[in-house]
């Protein structure tokens, strides 16, 4: 979102910024487009309060104009009575002249903004020296993040060929870049001005800006260079505030959470990442600190942790982290004022044996406070952060908060946003269970998972293949859709808010990792016309050649739980129809270990005596729990439960249990295996 640039002195012009912050709400979040793509809420990917804010500005401009008339201008006119109607007439006229003059001004103005655009555009497709045209693009992607642009085309190589040298200046920052004559990028290098922060040179930071270049992503690469520029340009606006301290504040504070947790962990890395607070990474693909807080199972079970704790030690980032979820941290514009790390300190996080006595004893102790964390990790004792208070001296707080975009967005339901705005502080608990979901759901959660042109319906399956065995043939059956959006960024104003944030993302990650093991692209796809079966005895007799496994999917409680109603093909042993029903339930507080909770089957009413239960010999809760939290994939458990079953093809699958607690089996008495539970029609 671009800010004012100045104040504005005219309708024409506050209408016109009015206008241009649409258009950029439209680029942003294609909010505008029909049908709108995405929907605007405090976790996408504008900062409302930004946006507010200028909203307000242009408002206010237009309010204080109108004022200023009807006190000078139309106050004057009433005392002069009837005789100055001929005078406010031509005054009227000329400010409706002088309107239309710089409202075509403006458009003129954006007219010949597109034409120079265009005409650049075409200059740099008959450019015949490549370096320029690199150089070009580079200035007007660095005019676009504020930062100064100078070029220097004196310099050769060793070889005595020319190289461009283009430097992108702000006050902290320096980047050189060196471009050779076919357009190729030699180098980056990033120089920090202030004494300070030189120490924070870096390497990585100078190879991952050349590899955006030459690898052409200008996208990636104007994202990094902003994350930057960002810094240099708060430095500036609220000296004597030092933005890249605290980045090196939250950084150290990560490094030795993440010491701390490996130590109770006795080394288990996979579990500091899915469990705690995750794995800090600096400079990896982003300037400055990402947090890796999921990774898919394969990958998890895959790599060598040995070898990426290696890594870490020398301060290097494992290629594996590539493919993980990640917390980008930088900062944005806020309403509200926030107060940092305390100029006397070089972190938030209190040492393992420094005391809240000590902190209050220290140097403006009395203006400090020492807080814990809401929620930390099973294996873990609450951290302890020292938090600035307002009355601090010689410091005033700023307008300025921490925003985490992630990396990728997640797809999250509804419950779970409004987790995630209380637990960053956007809302409070009171107004998050008094707000309504809108009557008309513009995008649902499953169908964003899904990522299919067709909406999620009953009448379409997904099948999964195994070698080996059965086909298994998945179908949702869920009453009604979740609604959901899609979370790109996510605010906090303290590194104690961080752990509860990963909770809340983790839980939504579980259950998008389970719904996503059954409907992604590689299942095979099929929608068939709805067909009604009217008889228990049509059900029987189609089932009886149908030798797969069919599985009825239900989201109703996403994303704590995913129903499923498995349908378990005749066998010559057992020629009764069953339905197994369960649950996986994603725990808050433990979001990357999910159980199993198995449904009893049903007992007749007339069964006083007995009840069903099912066998444990083949239906172990605790073991189908330990299978899901190993693969985290709904088929590989219903694969193995399927084995199960074929491994011991004289067990029944059902016992009775006496309300005394006496167990047999059902087939002493012959008693019929058909539980009395709803068996659902095909295509309903």
């Known amino acids: 979102m671009q800010s004012t640039q100045e104040t504005k002195n005219s309708i024409s012009s506050s209408v016109y910024g009015i206008q241009q912050l649409f258009r950029d709400f439209e680029k942003q979040c294609h909010i505008l487009t029909t049908p709108a793509t995405e929907e605007i809420h405090a976790l996408g990917p504008v900062n409302i309060d930004h946006a507010r804010q200028e909203f307000m500005q242009h408002i206010n401009a237009i309010r204080s104009i109108c004022s200023q008339f009807e006190t000078e201008v139309l106050g004057d006119v009433v005392k002069m009575g009837a005789g100055a109607e001929p ?8 400010l409706k002249e002088q309107a239309q003059l710089e409202s075509t001004v403006m458009r003129v103005k954006d007219i010949l903004e597109s034409t120079k655009e265009t005409v650049e555009q075409a200059m740099n497709e008959r450019e015949t020296s490549k370096s320029k045209v690199q150089t070009r693009k580079l200035e007007k992607l660095a005019q676009s993040l504020g930062l100064m642009v100078f070029v220097d085309t004196t310099q050769k190589n060793d070889a005595g060929q020319p190289v461009t040298t283009i430097t992108l200046g702000g006050t902290v920052i320096v980047v050189d870049i060196d ?47 902003g994350a930057l520029a960002l810094l240099d340009q708060l430095n500036v606006k609220y000296a004597p505030t ?117 902190v209050k004893e220290g140097e403006n102790g009395e203006h400090l406070d020492v807080v814990l964390e809401p929620n930390w ?30 990396d990728p967005p997640v797809p999250a339901a509804n419950v779970i946003v409004r987790k995630l705005m209380v637990a960053s502080g956007i809302a409070d608990d009171a107004s998050v269970h008094t707000s309504q979901d809108p009557p008309a759901v513009t995008s649902s959660l499953e169908n964003m998972l899904v990522n299919d042109d067709a909406p999620l319906d009953t009448t379409t399956t997904w099948t999964s293949t195994f ?43 579980m259950f998008n990792t389970l719904f996503q093991s059954i409907f992604h692209d590689k299942a095979i796809k099929s929608t068939r016309e709805k067909k009604y079966t009217l008889s228990l005895d049509e059900i029987l007799q189609e089932s009886k050649s149908d030798d797969k496994l069919h599985v009825e999917v239900a989201s109703i409680d996403a994303p704590s739980i995913i129903h499923l109603t498995i349908s378990l093909p005749p066998s010559p042993q057992s020629k009764h129809l069953v339905l197994l029903s369960l649950s996986i339930e994603i725990p808050k ?90 068996v659902k029609m095909e295509g309903q």
């Open 467 to 509: 070698e080996n065995s059965t086909d298994q043939v998945y179908r949702w059956m869920g009453s009604s859709l979740t609604p959901g959006k899609l979370v790109r960024r996510i605010t906090f104003n303290h590194p104690s808010q961080i752990y509860t944030i990963l909770l809340h993302l983790r839980q939504q990650q």
């Open 377 to 406: 990790p099973a294996f873990m004792q609450p951290m302890r952060f020292v938090k600035m208070l307002s009355s601090y001296p010689n410091v005033k707080p700023v307008p300025i908060r921490f925003v985490a975009k992630l």
């Open 589 to 678: 507080s433990t979001p990357a270990r999910p159980i199993i909770r198995l449904y009893p089957p049903s007992t007749s009413e007339h069964e006083r005596v007995h009840h069903l239960a099912w066998n444990s010999d083949i239906f172990d809760q605790d073991k189908m729990t330990r299978v899901i939290q190993t693969g985290y994939s709904i088929p590989l458990l219903v694969r193995w439960l399927w084995n199960r079953i074929q491994q011991q093809p004289d067990v029944d699958y059902t016992i009775e249990i006496s309300r005394l607690g006496l167990r047999r089996s059902r087939n002493e008495d012959g008693i019929s295996s058909y539980p009395s539970k709803h």
């Open 87 to 94: 005078a406010f007439r031509k005054h009227l006229t000329h």
């Open 242 to 358: 030092d933005f890249f301290l605290i980045m090196r504040a939250m950084m150290a504070d990560m490094k030795s959470i993440f010491d701390q947790e490996m130590l109770v962990a006795s080394n288990d890395m996979a579990s500091v990442l899915m469990e705690g607070h995750g794995i800090p990474n600096q400079h990896f693909d982003y300037p400055g600190l990402s947090i890796s807080y999921w990774m898919c199972k394969e990958l998890v079970l895959g790599n060598d942790w040995n070898e990426v704790h290696g890594y870490i030690t020398e301060s290097k980032n494992h290629p594996s982290f590539s493919h993980a979820s990640k917390l980008l941290i930088s900062f944005e514009d806020s309403q509200k004022l926030n107060s940092f790390i305390p100029p006397t300190r070089s972190k938030y996080l209190l040492e393992y044996d420094e005391s809240q006595d000590a």
């Open 179 to 225: 471009i050779d004559e076919g357009g190729s990028i030699l180098k980056c290098k990033v120089t920090y001005v202030s004494e300070v922060i030189q120490s924070d040179q870096d390497d990585r930071v100078d190879q991952m800006l050349a590899e955006n270049l030459q690898s052409q992503d200008y996208d990636r690469f104007k994202r990094n260079l």
